[in-house]
């Protein structure tokens, strides 16, 4: 427990400042404090609530079941090009904040993938989102979506080039948070 | 809701498969949860507070007004620091151009929007640490720069 606020703190005093604004919005009737948290907190937080547990969940039973030798073979240093269309295929089904990914790709990375498979990975789930396809098309068109996608693509995998060759001198790990 | 039933049936079928390694992984899984959690929490009291300080209204407002570059600036500016959930984001796109903001300056807003996330660096940080954190934002955003003026170019 002590070991938990000493990793949290910064967070936990965060959370606890809002909760004390939440608070006194509702005490001293301030229409903005009261409207960020029943408009905008509440709905958030609900999305995220039931989404991310279950998500965790997934990640630690994918790491029970799924040996490292596998995904190393399949995306890990020395994979063809095959590993990054698997990277980019396993992106694109998702469609959570960027936050989201980050646990996966630590995930990702303690089964062995590469370096440039992280990013890769980073960069794909950020911009390319199937399950909210027809949100863009219906929003913006499809010649939109299409362009879109199409410049998007090589793109990502240039800045995960990059950043490989970026991070090669900082000993690139990814942490448990 | 398909997450959760995805996520119900492997743990079914993972538990009648191996007891033990089920539990052991959702308590793993669960854990992890936990020590993200106030930083969630933080994210979303962040994002929550900005959109109220920043409506569709103001967005539209001031990228609407701004034509030319200045336009592609702050439209890559809101982009940067603002972390919309995808779901938010096209709607709000789809305001954005009936309001009259152009295309092109939609496309910068979205593609900065999608790849840099400043409000969750802090979190970020936590899995890749502070520097490699700040350096992937940059380069990303620089990335996220040039699709946003290629894609303003075709289309």
Known sequence: MYKYYIRNKTSLFLVAGFVGFTAMSYLLDLKSGKQIFTTRFIPFSREMLFFLPAMFIIIGLVDTWVSKEKVQMLIGEGSSIRGNLLVVLLAVFQAGPLYTAFPITYLLWKKGSSVRNIFLYLGAFSTIKLPLLVFEVTFLGWKFSLIRTLVTLPMIFVVSVIMEKLVRKQNFNVRKA | ?155
């Not at chain 2, 569709?56 to 336009?71: D, K, P």
Request: hydrophobic share 60%; with cysteine; charged share 10%.
């Open chain 2, 1 to 155: 809701m398909i997450v959760l039933i995805v996520t119900f049936a492997a743990c079914a079928i993972s538990y009648v498969v191996d007891k033990k390694k089920t539990i052991a992984g959702i308590q793993a899984g669960l854990k992890m949860f936990l020590q993200v959690l106030p930083s969630v929490f933080v994210l979303i009291w962040l994002t929550s507070t900005l959109i109220y300080l920043l409506p569709e209204g103001v967005i539209a407002h001031y990228l609407g007004r701004e034509a030319g570059f200045s336009g592609y600036l702050l439209a890559a500016l809101f982009g940067t620091i603002a972390l919309i959930p995808g779901f938010i984001a096209y709607p709000l796109a789809g305001v954005l151009l009936k309001n009259g903001v152009s295309i092109q300056v939609i496309a910068m807003f979205l593609s900065t929007l999608f790849m840099v996330g400043v409000p969750s660096i802090q979190l970020e940080a936590r899995y890749y640490g502070w520097r490699i954190a700040i350096t992937r934002n940059l380069v990303y955003l620089v990335g996220a720069i040039v699709t946003g003026t290629f894609i303003s170019l075709m289309i």
